[in-house]
């Protein structure tokens, strides 16, 4: 379903400055008979990644439909959000500022050069998250630093991380949109290929018959882009879904190691810890101990 705006519209933000923690949390609906309520934002902006379920929100006059996996920044302004339709959904929400002096909080995507020669970085004000699982986990993080009394400055630098990697992961899909010799292509076809096969013990041997090329050929192109090879990367991506699982539900570990294609939950184990620090108990002891409802 599209969102009923009358243009896209982009977010701007400074480059060269930290931004101030407000307040963060996750959201979830009781039923599907829930609908946003009237909360004024005045100062804040509010960045909200929705995780499960439809979000429909009225605000400055704007209906936003954010569907699973897409994110919607709302800018500081005396207008009212609220919702426009009752739906079941979840989400991530953080509250925070940024001094943006006498520039604009948001734009038409016409002005974009200047801003970007004024020293600012812009994103759209809503669209699809590319590794939605990333952003939710250090949106748990943050409120695990806030939990456990973190000093500003930590707060202040975790908030700016998350909009930041934001920014990086939608540069870098629009890096990928350019592609004058087809390599992107493939290269995207083959992280979909992963993200859609992630609950499988993915060989690569499989990618490159599924894709007609070489193991060898997809390895080299793989790691020419990326910078990692492509046995690195499907770990990678496994870790990040499991830390995702870890903090956002209520699977077993040994539910989330078949959910993820490991042979047995010790094998998942040692992998998890490998890579991440921490045993899956660990984490999940650290990341998910509350649940933080809208404000």
């Not at 429909?56 to 609220?82: D, H």
């Not at 001094?99 to 004000?125: K, S, V």
């Not at 076809?189 to 894709?211: M, P």
Request: aromatic fraction near 12%; proline fraction near 4%.
């Amino acid at each position: 379903m599209k969102k009923r705006k009358t243009e896209k519209m982009l977010m701007v933000f400074p480059n060269d400055q930290l931004f101030h923690y407000l307040r963060s949390g996750k959201f979830k609906a009781l039923s599907s008979d829930w609908k946003h309520e009237k909360i004024p934002l005045q100062i804040d902006y509010e960045l909200i990644v929705v995780t499960e379920g439809t979000l429909y929100i009225k605000y400055m006059n704007e209906e936003f439909t954010v569907e699973k996996g897409e994110y919607l920044i709302l800018p500081p302004s005396n207008s009212i959000r609220e919702g426009f339709k009752k739906a079941y959904c979840s989400f991530y929400w953080l509250h925070f500022t940024v001094d943006l002096g006498a520039f604009p909080a948001r734009i038409r995507t016409e002005d974009a050069p200047a801003y970007q020669r004024a020293g600012c970085f812009l994103m759209p004000q809503s669209a699809l998250v590319p590794r939605s699982e990333k952003i939710a986990v250090q949106m748990k993080q943050l409120q695990d630093l806030t939990r456990n009394d973190y000093p500003d400055i930590t707060l202040n630098a975790l908030t700016t991380a998350i909009v930041t990697e934001l920014f990086g992961q939608l540069s870098a899909e629009h890096t990928l949109e350019a592609d004058p010799i087809g390599k992107n292509q493939i290269y995207s076809d083959i992280v979909d290929y992963v993200h859609r096969n992630i609950s499988r013990n993915i060989k690569i041997s499989e990618i490159a018959d599924s894709f007609g090329y070489s193991a060898k050929y997809l390895s080299h192109l793989f790691t020419e882009i990326r910078g990692i090879s492509l046995k690195q990367f499907i770990m990678a991506q496994k870790m990040e879904t499991a830390s995702f699982y870890l903090t956002d539900s209520d699977a077993s570990i040994s539910e989330i190691a078949e959910k993820l294609g490991f042979s047995d939950v010790h094998n998942f184990s040692r992998a998890f810890k490998s890579a991440i620090g921490l045993s899956p108990s660990t984490y999940r002891n650290t990341y998910a101990k509350r649940l933080l409802y809208h404000v």
